[in-house]
């Protein structure tokens, strides 16, 4: 007996019950395609998020005052503590960071005539828009001596452009007013894309002097040399700061130092975990399935069991009818895998393509549909199939 | 005597099989001794309850004695295993049921594939080409691709003993074969065992209708678990004379 002959009997008692088949694969079917969507939407989520950070920069590192230390929320006092001595010790010091930029931030209305929107402003220096990935599009950054002398200079965002200059006209060149405080606009900003580009970037000091009226820093924007060398960027960081501070061994930081790619990694698990979940829940609408698998086999066995008479009276092992029912289930919870797979794939195409999310093939996914389709059939179908083999051929051919 | 020269098909010796019901044993064969061999026809005789049921399935290596030996074409069967005397049914034995048991929604060829399946000696090319054979052995050449739902009761009991030729077996057993069929099939199927037997086939019909018995070449009768006859019929009838003076059909 040959397993080739084995799968041909299978096959043919199959097709002798197309119907049956099918609907038994429908949960199978159901089961999988759902696992494959999941999985398939849950990495390009990933992605997708993934690539919205990068456009953040993958080497970003944010530094501010800490908001709490010891349980105790911070006073004013503590939230001072960023200083441009800081700044200046990063940026002379750090073997691991490409650019640092000391960060004030103030926000209020930007006007233009009769035009006015909301913005939020950056003082920095030149190198925050390399640290945050911004380009121009047109006139030019301002440079150090600006900042030096607290030049009421800006560059904006393609939002407040499009918000201030309706007519398309261009800025450059032009004074606008914010929070009544004329500056000249000397560059605009390239696009980048969601909530990114209603920004104004000035200047730290004029920030300082001219509009916040303070002589701390509210952040400290870096940027690590590369993304591999953001871990030790971070330990870098913080030992400048720590001994800018004088803070003594066993102390708390005043400060706290963020980097995106522990960002990315925490977001990463937590939508790994959510995507797990999905897919559980999906995988237990395939356990379903293979209930059901058991099910008809049961009744299918029980239907045929003048037809298992048969075959073992004319020389069928006992194990060749074991294997014969076990092949069976296989076959169905295979093909409807195969099915799911295909209406799977087609499905998270359909919703990807509708959220633009970008397209991950996940060929670990369908091997783990189908191997999990494998032992779907062979586990629900191995009772089934054991009772066809356990029984008696006198007893099978008389069953009425 | 000419017929001992024949080879020794079926050779049962003191056979008794019990059964447990309960807490009593019922003895089914009370010591049944007979030999057939190659080329009769042999009727086996007896009301319900003879133990004729039991001698089928023992004859056809379904079960095994309690005692004595039974020797299929020379090999003992007592000590064999499950699997090995399914591959002995395999080889030597061609079953034909009361109620066809052909296989639903397939074909008649397919049908008759059917133990071949099971013998991994046998290619498919070889496998159809003996299925046919077998067909047209039975006057099925124009059937072969009917559904087994398709066909009359007679053309599917044909479609069963083509599947009991299949194998080229040493003896066919046939159980009531012509139990579910109307006098005329009857006569029809007898017609066709008898032209079996004449090629030389060896054949086993168990039955409990005497009328059969005419056209065999022996007829052993049981009762109560004995064999209380084994004569030779020296004058076998002809089922296809007996089917030719049957009035026509309307």
Not at chain 1, 155 to 171: A, H, R
Not at chain 2, 51 to 75: M, Q, R
């Amino acid at each position: 007996m040959n397993f080739a002959n084995l799968i041909h009997i299978a096959l043919r008692a199959l097709s002798s019950n197309k119907m049956r088949c099918l609907l038994t694969m429908l949960g199978i079917i159901i089961g999988v395609s759902s696992v494959i969507t999941m999985m398939f939407l849950g990495e390009s989520q990933k992605q997708s998020i993934r690539s919205e950070i990068s456009g953040m920069g993958t080497n970003l590192i944010i530094i501010q005052p800490a908001w709490e230390r010891g349980g105790v929320r911070a006073s004013a006092a503590d939230l001072q503590r960023l200083r441009v001595a800081d700044f200046e010790a990063l940026r002379n010091q750090s073997a691991y960071l490409r650019s640092v930029s000391p960060v004030v931030s103030a926000s209020g209305q930007a006007i233009m005539g009769a035009n006015n929107t909301p913005a939020s402003i950056t003082g920095c220096v030149a190198q925050q828009l390399d640290i945050e990935n911004y380009t121009i599009e047109d006139g030019s950054m301002w440079g150090d001596a600006d900042v030096r002398s607290a030049s009421k200079v800006c560059v904006i965002g393609s939002e407040i452009c499009s918000k201030l200059f309706p007519d398309g006209s261009s800025p450059v060149g032009q004074t606008i007013r914010f929070n009544a405080i004329p500056v000249k606009v000397v560059g605009t900003l390239k696009e980048k894309g969601g909530d990114n580009d209603d920004r104004i970037f000035m200047p730290y000091t004029t920030v300082q002097r001219r509009m916040a009226g303070i002589r701390h820093l509210n952040a400290i924007y870096a940027s690590a040399a590369t993304e591999e060398a953001s871990t030790a960027a971070v330990a870098e960081i913080k030992e400048i700061l720590r001994e800018q501070h004088r803070i003594h061994q066993g102390d708390e930081d005043d400060f706290q130092v963020m980097s995106m790619t522990e960002m990315l990694e925490s977001l990463n698990s937590i939508l790994g975990i959510m995507t797990l979940i999905l897919s559980c829940i999906a995988g237990i609408s395939l356990v379903v399935g293979g209930i059901g698998i058991m099910n008809i086999m049961y009744v299918s066995v029980t239907e045929r069991t003048r037809e298992i008479g048969l075959r073992m009276s004319i020389g069928a092992k006992s194990r060749h009818i074991l294997l014969q029912f076990l092949i069976e289930s296989v076959i169905i919870s295979l093909a409807g895998g195969i099915i799911g797979v295909m209406l799977g794939v087609g499905l998270s195409t359909l919703i990807i393509r509708l959220l633009d999310y970008p397209f991950i093939f996940n060929g670990f996914a369908i091997f783990i549909s189908f191997a999990v389709c494998t032992v779907t059939g062979v586990f629900f179908g191995w009772y089934p199939a054991r009772k066809a083999s356990r029984l008696n051929p006198i007893d099978a051919l008389r069953y009425e | 005597m000419a017929q001992d020269q024949r080879a020794e098909i079926i050779r049962m010796e003191r056979i008794r099989r019990d059964f447990r019901v309960g807490s009593e044993t019922v003895h089914a064969l009370r010591g049944v001794s007979f030999s057939i061999r190659e080329g009769e026809f042999v009727t086996i005789m007896g009301t319900s309850g003879s133990g004729k049921s039991t001698l089928l399935n023992l004859l056809g290596c379904l079960d095994v004695p309690t005692a004595g030996e039974y020797y299929l074409d020379g090999i003992p069967v007592r000590r064999m295993s499950g699997n090995e005397r399914a591959t002995l049914r395999n080889r030597k034995i061609g079953f034909v049921f009361q109620s066809y048991n052909l296989l639903p929604k397939t074909t008649a060829v397919e049908n008759v594939e059917l133990p071949l399946l099971y013998n991994s000696t046998v290619g498919r090319a070889e496998r159809r080409a003996r299925a046919e054979r077998a067909l047209r052995d039975v006057g099925l050449q124009d059937r072969m691709n009917h559904r087994s739902n398709q066909m009359s009761g007679g053309q599917q009991q044909r479609v069963a003993i083509a599947r009991a030729l299949v194998n080229d077996p040493v003896i066919i057993l046939a159980d009531e074969a012509t139990g579910n069929l109307d006098t005329r099939t009857s006569f029809e199927i007898l017609t066709l065992f008898q032209r079996l037997n004449a090629m030389g086939r060896t054949i086993i019909f168990v039955t409990h209708n005497p009328e059969i018995a005419l056209y065999s070449s022996r007829t052993i009768t049981l009762r109560d678990g004995r064999i209380i006859e084994d004569r030779i019929n020296t004058d076998v009838a002809s089922a296809a004379e007996t089917l030719a003076a049957m009035p026509p059909e309307e």
